[in-house]
Nanobody, 124 residues
Framework: QVQLVESGGGLVQAGGSLRLSCAASGRTFSSYAMGWFRQAPGKEREFVAATNWSGGSTYYADSVKGRFTISRDNAKNTVSLQMNSLKPEDTAVYYC?????????????????WGQGTQVTVSS
């Protein structure tokens, strides 16, 4: 069982930056691939970024590639999402999720545990 709690959301102007963090409970955190997803009002939840158990492999949606960076610290049971050059279309609730897989997937169904989400609002 893994419990996830996101933090770091807020209101930022376009072009600004935010850093989201996700704190995980459980001794087996380092065995899970971790992902970030987001859901805007009226839209389906979508993949943003993911990393494998070590943080050595990372994956990004095309819409955030070059602007967002996912990282993890297994000693602290945390995964982070550094978001730069934010755009109004990045506005959404952001969720972190854990998947008991070797290679993380972009699909929601692969993820076993989810946080409650944190709101990110980017003003134009």
């Amino acid at each position: 069982q893994v419990q996830l709690v996101e933090s770091g959301g807020g209101l930022v102007q376009a072009g600004g930056s935010l850093r989201l963090s996700c704190a995980a409970s459980g001794r087996t955190f380092s065995s899970y691939a971790m992902g970030w997803f987001r859901q805007a009002p009226g839209k389906e939840r979508e993949f943003v970024a993911a990393t494998n158990w070590s943080g050595g492999s990372t994956y990004y949606a095309d819409s955030v590639k070059g602007r967002f960076t996912i990282s993890r610290d297994n000693a602290k049971n945390t995964v982070s999402l550094q978001m730069n050059s934010l755009k109004p279309e990045d506005t959404a609730v952001y969720y972190c999720a854990a998947a008991n897989v070797v290679v993380p997937s972009t699909g929601l169904r692969e993820y076993d545990f989810w946080g409650q989400g944190t709101q990110v609002t980017v003003s134009s």
